[in-house]
């Protein structure tokens, strides 16, 4: 009964594949994110979707597409993977807008070879 | 701009003694604040958050955390520190009408028996 849960936990690739995260929330919830983090830990939101549209977009490369096909989830798909994209990848949800809390799935870690 | 900075990167305290972790913000608005926590191969979790109100704030696990406007602060504190709490903690800051929270870049905690 994981409240958000992501797909795969670990991903190791080569460089210039193509790479897709799942990422599923059972709360109920109507808004969901993408986040990376860095080897330093740095925690940089990626996309936004609320109600499956997308609400943030931050300057990230094309390369990055999330989908959501519907409330429950929120997939990212990666396009010729480069060595920057190694970082964990968190998916989280909440109710509304993001002042209330937050819920994080477990991470994914990728790493491009 | 909108900023959070956590000035110690890293704290390492005895098991059963006090702890205050810094967080420091920018926001040019009404702030709304909260403080994460990270295990070890985990996702976040949320301790607490301060939207209005009485600015000493109850967390879950014992925690604490003071807003204070004129000092652009809100640091975590806790009386007696448990091995447990060994983990790395983030500030953020979000706002009324955002979408977006803005994490510092993390104070890891470690904890000596």
């Known amino acids: 009964d994981t409240a958000v849960s992501q797909t795969p936990k670990y991903l190791v690739t080569q460089m210039g594949n193509d790479k897709s995260i799942k990422c599923e929330q059972n709360?109920?919830?109507?808004?969901m994110y993408w986040y990376k983090q860095d080897s330093k830990k740095f925690l940089k939101i990626m996309f936004s979707?609320?109600?499956?549209?997308?609400?943030i977009n931050e300057t990230v490369p094309n390369r990055f597409s999330p989908k959501s096909p519907d409330k429950a989830h929120l997939n990212l798909h990666i396009n010729s993977l480069e060595l920057g994209d190694s970082a964990v990848y968190f998916c989280a949800s909440s109710q509304g807008l993001a002042y209330n809390e937050q819920f994080f799935g477990p991470g994914t870690r990728l790493t491009v070879l | 701009a909108q900023s959070v900075t956590q000035p110690d990167i890293h704290i390492t305290v005895s098991e059963g003694a006090s702890l205050e972790l810094r967080c420091n913000y920018s926001?040019?608005?009404?702030?709304?604040l909260f403080w994460y926590v990270q295990s070890p191969g985990q996702g976040l979790q949320l301790l607490l958050k301060?939207?209005?109100?009485?600015?000493l704030v109850q967390g879950i696990k014992g925690f604490e955390a003071e807003f204070k406007r004129s000092q652009s602060s809100f640091n975590l504190r806790k009386p007696s520190v448990h091995w447990s709490d060994a983990a790395e903690y983030f500030c953020a800051v979000g706002g009324r009408n955002t979408d977006k929270l803005i994490f510092g870049t993390g104070t890891r905690l470690q904890v000596f028996p």
């Open positions: 301060y939207f209005s109100g009485d600015t």
């Open positions: 979707y609320n109600n499956k549209e997308l609400i």
């Open positions: 926001y040019g608005a009404t702030p709304y």
């Open positions: 709360l109920g919830h109507d808004t």
